[in-house]
């Protein structure tokens, strides 16, 4: 079990080196430089000035050299300062960043998993019947719809007709009902979709009637035979969208104005902040490998069947 | 899923057991399709769309560029259904290009995520050795890449247009059916009737494409089918935080984009693009959970 998590976690380094090699390749091999003016039309600056700048931010050397300069340093969580925001450095911001990001995440996260179950297991145990129904159309609506649309709907509902809670902020908790209902919507359809059908499955197994047949009440039959059982496969999914809720949420802190990395991370693409896109790209890299990693390792507690 | 009612599928299922003469598997399919009634609707959805965006020269009531300063932001009305835009353009005859936009990226893209995933994929499989290990690594590794961020970063490099987005889309999408063709391809070429035709002399293309690829077809038309309203939906995404088209070519997306902004004072801005966005979203989905039931009975 240890042998095993510290080869995955050995893994982890070409996997990141060769994310960041892809990134770097595609920043450097597109037209466009950042010493481009920001605003369309503008006049470019003079050659001696872009040869200063160039030469400050290392951008003169060739190219091997800089994506050898920058994975030095990148191992000491320098990743220098943003092209875009020039006073503050990349790792400044990502720290005043992503933890606000990732709170909003884990709030989705953990709705969307309760959420999720709670459909899914009232899906199975009343198939075909009324709250079926519900969850389905439920799980259908969250999976299809993009998350910028259904904020739309949600503000308009929550915000204007039913004035419960702000368009947008931060700060307070009335501020974060939206976003976060907004984010978990689309992973907890696919939970419980998930939920029903490994529920369904299970229900059928023989262990179950085993269950109900020396006499177990419903609750106990679902909960502690059923679900147990059920819940292994749905564990895989969580890893993969623990990281997905992170990134997804950008457009949901776009609409809903919370200062997340989600705003750095569109303005750093647009601006060829390349710093800020190696850090942004290179961080939700490394967060979805771990959480990988955790749920695989998870997966050896909740299935003693699985062995390392 | 709920989508077919138990006796309905009971009863494909004892129709499809004493499998009359003339009916091929695919004919068998498409009777379960047509069957099931979510999935029809859905296409009939998709097929109104596709009229809109083949005819919108001839169906949007203006032009979708054409400005009416004296008439801005306004409300649905008797000349403008659906209202005007903040610079008093027709939000009807946007709507009906931007189907156009959301059609073409659908299609295009898909098109080329199966000419770049069935090949590698197929050969990734059917080759095996050193080949596949080093594809193998490749499709991990690209696997591993958020995949909303790489497109992002792709067109912010690239720039905004629709050909940025097809080749954007591309080079993430093809993947997943990399992924799938590989596994079918594994699990064909052991077959018997491949080594039958080996036997009697069939060479690698013959073989490939004529005894494997297309029994592996049944997964990769599912994929397909549920990458379509993915494109759709990066498209707008993209669009949405304006690196997607270029304006002044209307999307649904980037049009959410700019009304959200508006919500409390104009809320038809960013309302009826964020209703076509859902309602195709949905559409693609019900066709495509039809197709996939359809095509693999048991899983339902």
Redesign the interface.
């Known amino acids: 079990m240890l042998h095993y998590a510290i080869r995955r976690l050995l893994w982890l380094v070409p996997?990141l080196l060769?994310?960041a090699l892809?990134?770097f390749t595609?920043?450097h091999a597109?037209p466009?430089s950042p010493l481009d003016p920001v605003a369309e039309g503008a006049n470019p600056l003079s050659p001696e000035a872009q040869k200063n700048l160039a030469e400050h931010y290392g951008l003169d050397k060739p190219l091997y050299h800089q994506f050898g300069i920058f994975l030095w340093k990148a191992l000491r969580f320098d990743f220098g300062n943003s092209f875009v925001y020039k006073s503050r450095t990349v790792a400044e911001i990502i720290v005043t960043t992503f933890p606000i990001s990732l709170f909003l995440g884990t709030m989705a996260f953990a709705l969307a998993v309760v959420g999720g179950l709670t459909f899914g297991i009232l899906a199975a145990t009343y198939q075909?019947r009324g709250w079926?129904?519900v969850s389905?159309s439920l799980a259908?609506?969250g999976?299809?719809?993009?998350n910028?649309?259904l904020?739309?709907?949600l503000?308009?509902l929550f915000s204007?007709v039913i004035p419960l809670f702000p368009?947008g902020g931060w700060g307070h908790w009335r501020n974060w009902v939206l976003p976060t209902v907004t984010l978990a919507l689309g992973p907890m359809g696919v939970v419980a979709?998930f939920t029903r059908a490994s529920m369904l499955e299970v229900i059928r197994a023989d262990y179950t009637r085993t269950a109900r047949a020396k006499g177990l009440g419903e609750r106990a039959v679902i909960f502690r035979h059923a679900l147990k059982n059920a819940f292994i496969p749905i564990v895989t999914l969580l890893g993969p969208m623990f990281?997905?809720v992170g990134?997804?949420s950008f457009?949901v802190e776009?609409?809903f104005r919370v200062p997340g990395m989600g705003k750095f991370?569109?303005e750093s693409?647009?601006g060829?902040d390349y710093p800020m896109?190696m850090a942004?790209?290179l961080t939700?890299?490394a967060f979805?490998?771990l959480m990988n990693l955790v749920v695989d390792l998870a997966y050896g507690f909740i299935d003693p069947r699985i062995r390392y | 899923?709920?989508s077919v009612?138990?006796t309905a599928a009971s009863a494909v299922r004892l129709g499809a057991a004493p499998r009359e003469k003339g009916t091929s598997l695919t004919r068998d399919a498409l009777r379960r399709l047509r069957r099931n009634r979510l999935a029809m609707a859905g296409l009939l959805v998709v097929l109104f769309l596709a009229l809109l965006a083949i005819f919108a020269d001839v169906l949007a009531p203006y032009p979708y560029t054409k400005t009416n300063f004296s008439r801005l932001n306004e409300g649905p009305s008797r000349d403008y259904p659906l209202g005007t835009d903040l610079i008093g353009r027709d939000l009807l005859s946007r709507m009906i290009y931007g189907a156009r936009v959301s059609m073409l990226v659908g299609l295009g893209a898909q098109i080329i995520v199966v000419s770049i995933g069935v090949p590698i994929g197929a050969l990734s499989g059917y080759v095996g050795g050193r080949t596949d290990l080093l594809l193998t690594r490749f499709i991990?590794?690209?696997y591993?890449?958020?995949r909303?961020?790489f497109v992002?970063?792709?067109m912010?490099?690239?720039?905004a247009g629709l050909m940025n987005i097809f080749i954007a889309i591309g080079l993430t999408g093809w993947v997943g059916i990399a992924r799938q063709t590989r596994a079918q391809v594994l699990a064909i070429k052991e077959k018997e009737f491949v080594d039958g035709a080996r036997a009697i002399g069939a060479g690698f293309t013959r073989l490939l494409g004529r005894h494997v690829l297309p029994n592996a077809l049944t997964p990769i038309v599912v994929v397909v089918t549920f990458g379509i309203?993915e494109a759709i939906?990066t498209e707008?995404?993209l669009s949405?935080?304006?690196?997607g088209i270029n304006p002044p070519t209307p999307s649904w997306g980037q049009m959410?984009?700019e009304g959200?902004q508006y919500?409390?004072s104009y809320?038809h801005l960013?309302?009826f693009p964020?209703i076509a966005?859902?309602v195709t979203?949905?559409a693609?989905?019900?066709f495509g959970d039809g197709v996939r039931d359809a095509l693999d009975p048991k899983q339902n």
């Open positions: 996997t060769a994310m892809v990134t595609i920043m597109t466009g075909n079926d129904y389905v259908t609506v999976v299809a719809v993009p910028f649309v904020a739309v709907f503000i308009i204007f368009t979709r990281a997905a990134t997804g457009f776009a609409i991370f569109v693409m647009t060829r896109i942004v790209v939700y890299g979805l490998a | 899923m709920a009612s138990p991990d590794v690209m591993a890449f958020p909303l961020l992002i970063l792709v912010s490099m690239l720039g309203p939906f707008a995404a949405f935080i304006g690196v959410v984009g959200q919500l409390r809320w960013c309302v964020s966005i859902a979203m949905l693609f989905t019900f």
